[in-house]
């Protein structure tokens, strides 16, 4: 890892061994942390599931339609929304009724384990819930740090090309679950879903790919079959 | 800056006097470096340009473009381009016949003023270049590190949804100029151009904001005329 960027893999350019040893430090550190996370959600049989992709993917919006159709089951949902500045999409969770909380890491790339934990804290989310955790949109640093979660899904959607498994692997290879999102905005756009899936394929084998339309409604059922097997 | 990202600024978690001292000897040196390459830049005469965006946004379509309708120009032009992995992007460019090195930065965020150093010496840009750096895309880490650049370019298209500006301010507090690309697509998407420019306004007064379509090629004349009075 790199302490000019810190996103876990050293760079092209020369490191010196200060740097590597305190990012090690930095990384270490998290993942104990992130153990903590993954052993009190267990003990409260809380299920998270850590929202990634780029800034406008449609995280929310993917958000607010899941708490909607959701409402009906019996499972409490909540959720914990990461942005560096606003507490724009916590105002829109909130509409929806469901308890969320707000984390704002200023010039931070992403959520850590520690922001987890004090925002668990605060949110205090029942026993059982579904809890979702969107992650500052950003497809690169998020990958690489735990996060206590069980599951880790990334969301590209079609307006922004079908080479970016390729571009940014390190998150497709992080991800259990890619959602292709906007279907809806395929007619206008040059984007190849087969050949997509052939690239997450490529950087990660075992990661399942939905192709769905957070707006309009296309496929989310295969979403929430896929929350529900978790 | 914290070191678990590197963003050049604190978290809401506490960071160590280690982390903090080697966070701010890594801005210092990148900020040194990237005064070099500004006097170097300036003694050949050449204009380097950072664009920034989102991945997807539309960066290398727009080079792509701008690379076609300025041949007629008397001004040679080259490209740095930035991506985690692979070489795609440096390939559509040299496929317009312009110049152009691919800088592959691993798990690195952004491009450093080192990157761009040692980028430059592989490309060798003519003297009175217009030399165009594709950064990672990224709307986070990108903006804290100098390149030695004249002007930074952040790109956002109109299917990241208007609320961008505010939610990652450092990102235009940074931009001499906002993009707002894929106006093609606006009937098919909820984007309220005039609240974007507001937003963009409210974190960053000096920013200029064009809006066009890289694709179609709407209003890219206005690009032209910024770039020339650089």
């Known amino acids: 890892m790199c302490a000019t960027c810190g996103c876990g893999h050293s760079h092209s350019h020369a490191q010196s061994v200060e740097e590597i040893t305190l990012e090690q430090k930095v990384l270490a550190k998290n993942d104990h942390l992130a153990e903590h996370n ?25 958000l607010e339609r899941t708490i ?11 959720v914990v929304e990461g942005d560096q500045e606003t507490r724009l999409d916590a105002e829109r969770i909130r509409r929806t009724g469901c308890p969320v909380v707000q984390v704002n890491t200023g010039a931070g790339c992403h959520l850590d384990a520690a922001m987890l934990r004090d925002a668990i804290e605060r949110l205090e989310p029942e026993r059982g819930a579904l809890l979702f955790v969107e992650n500052v949109g950003n497809l690169v640093c998020p990958a690489l740090f735990d996060l206590g979660e069980r599951g880790k899904v990334v969301v590209i959607s079609v307006t922004e ?13 992080a991800a259990d679950l890619v959602v292709v999102n906007k279907v ?24 399942e790919v939905l192709a769905l339309s957070a707006t309009r409604g296309d496929n989310v059922d295969s979403w929430y079959e896929w929350l529900v097997a978790r």
């Open 161 to 173: 090309g079908t080479d970016k498994p390729l571009k940014y692997p390190y998150m497709f290879a």
């Open 38 to 62: 993954r052993m009190f959600l267990e003990s409260r049989e809380i299920t998270a599931i850590n929202l990634m992709s780029s800034p406008g993917s449609g995280k929310t919006t993917l």
């Open 184 to 207: 809806d905005l395929m007619p206008y756009v040059d984007f190849d879903l087969g050949a997509c899936r052939a690239h997450v394929a490529s950087v990660n084998p075992k990661a």
């Open 68 to 78: 909607h159709d959701l409402a009906a089951a019996a499972r409490p949902v909540a």
